[in-house]
T-cell receptor, first 115, second 110 residues
């Protein structure tokens, strides 16, 4: 079955530590995205990538970093510079064509808690 | 600034009691309006895309409609399994960016 796999599902981090969230897709989609979801707020875009070896900042990129070395993979690192990292993180992909740009396929999410 | 507002925040229905969820948007140059369903602790699942005013899409008990200012998600004769949070998002042409609303949490009771 095609889909998006995020890991880990739950992650606990001590303050000052960097953590990396994994996102793998086998849908052969060009575009991949990272969103953050907090209670009472809409999904907010952290980073997105339309093609391998290229990515752009979203609305809340500060304190995060990404890489896109392979089409299938788009890992997100939450660095110690992120002031409030406790949140539900969602990875998504899309075909990338303009007409389908909003038809996102999401992973199951990773819940990060800072202790 | 692009804005998407959903109402109500929460809605409780009895099984079979039809209702509508609202998604109003203030964006420059709407290129698409999208509806998603999200179950607790899961990622959103894509439901519908609407591109122009007057367009309608249907799937089982759900029907999405679009006007120039808002979209509605009509739920006909809902069942408990329709309980979820429903998100809408507006895409504007200025880049690969969707603006999401905060969602309507729907609970359908027996």
């Amino acid at each position: 079955d095609g889909g998006i796999t995020q890991s880990p599902k739950y992650l606990f981090r001590k303050e000052g530590q960097n953590v990396t969230l994994s996102c793998e897709q086998n849908l052969n989609h060009d575009a991949m995205y990272w969103y953050r979801q907090d209670p009472g707020q809409g999904l907010r875009l952290i980073y997105y990538s339309q093609i391998v070896n290229d990515f752009q900042k979203g609305d809340i990129a500060e304190g995060y970093s990404v890489s896109r070395e392979k089409k299938e993979s788009f890992p997100l690192t939450v660095t110690s510079a992120q002031k409030n990292p406790t949140a539900f993180y969602l990875c998504a992909s899309s075909i990338g064509a303009r007409g389908k740009i909003g038809e996102l396929f999401f992973g199951e999410g990773s819940r990060l808690t800072v202790l | 600034e692009d804005q998407v507002t959903q109402s109500p925040e929460a809605l409780r229905l009895q099984e079979g009691e039809s209702s509508s969820l609202n998604c109003s948007y203030t964006v420059s140059g709407l290129r698409g309006l999208f509806w998603y369903r999200q179950d607790p602790g899961k990622g959103p699942e894509f439901l519908f895309t609407l591109y122009s005013a007057g367009e309608e899409k249907e799937k089982e008990r759900l029907k999405a409609t679009l006007t120039k200012k808002e979209s509605f998600l009509h739920i006909t004769a809902p069942k408990p399994e329709d309980s979820a949070t429903y998100l809408c998002a507006a895409f504007t042409g200025g880049g690969n960016k969707l603006t999401f609303g905060t969602g309507t949490q729907l609970k359908v009771e027996l």
